[in-house]
């Protein structure tokens, strides 16, 4: 009477790393399969699996007990379910050999699935679960830790924005009160999480580079994207002073008043910038596509029915001449000033563009 003492692997950790059929029976056979098995992946838990197998085995042939060591695992991704490919190799085993009972080594929780399939074949005697003790122990952590910290970008990323917010957190307390202070920090930590993770620390690290470029080159765009800045800067300001007297105002009232106020200046600003690439485009002599020369008016269009539904929300005194405008009409009439200035730069854009033309092969 023989106790098998049988090493599963479900996710044919063995077959794939070695290429051996199994079952693989007998010591001498596993204990080749350890090394072949270590060297494909040293990593392996497969790899303790299968010694702490040896060792069970070694200890009960000690005790007395006629024990056999085997490896069972199912075979590579095919047809075959991997729990019906562990029976038949338990099947085999039990037929080939006089055996009376099993030990089952198992090293993850995959494995000890098959456990009912060999129950149902063989008594067990006991299951021995295999665990790393480095994956338990502090060691694993100082470890992981160790190698975080040697990753700069991870560093950067992640220890950084960290160690501000803690240095913060103390001055916060102090002049503000805790909710305000942890809001504070909320809104630091999610910052540099957005910083990061919209790309923007890409485009600052750019800026150097392209402003340089820009300075040498002599390109009218430098001019433009320079005014485009300030007028930016004074739309925002302008639309910060119109929404100052209105703290107790309805939220949609407060936007409306903004943009309305900004709207002139943050449009001038775009068309600005556009028109200083189109330019910088012509001074080079390069192509002029459809869509480019239409940005400007486009801007201009948006920023002129933006203008109207604003004014129309606020209801802006706004006179034509000697004729008074009712609400409604005042925002027809910069909706269809708009759609106007749109039409003609589409229609200006067509007029003056011009495509790459495709080499003539002779």
Partial sequence: MTTLVCCLDRDSTVTTATGVTPPVVGWEAVRSLVTDVGLADPE?????CLLEALRVTRDLNDAGTDAMVAVVSASPPGTTAPDRAVADQIDDLAADYDLTATVVVTGTTDDERL??????RLQVDGVDRVVVRQARDIESTYYLLKQFLADEELRTTVLVPLGISLLLLPALLLWFSPAVALAGLAAVLGGAVLYKGLGIDEYVGRFPKVSRELLYSG??????YVTAAGLTIVGLVSGGIAVTPLPDSLAPIVAATFLHS???WLTGAAVTAATGRLLDRRIADEPLPTAMLSLP???????VIARGFTGYLLTVEFVVGSVGLSPIQRLAVF?????LVSLLGVTL???LATQPTDPVSE
């Avoid at 390109?219 to 433009?224: A, E, P, Y």
């Avoid at 008016?297 to 920023?303: E, P």
């Avoid at 909706?335 to 759609?339: P, Y």
């Fill in 349 to 351: 854009a067509t007029a």
């Fill in 44 to 48: 392996a838990t497969t790899v303790n």
């Fill in 219 to 224: 390109q009218v765009s430098l001019v433009t």
């Fill in 297 to 303: 008016a486009g801007l201009l269009a948006i920023g």
């Fill in 335 to 339: 909706v269809a000033s708009g759609i």
């Fill in 262 to 264: 900004s709207s002139p």
């Fill in 115 to 120: 456990l009912p399939v060999i129950e149902s």
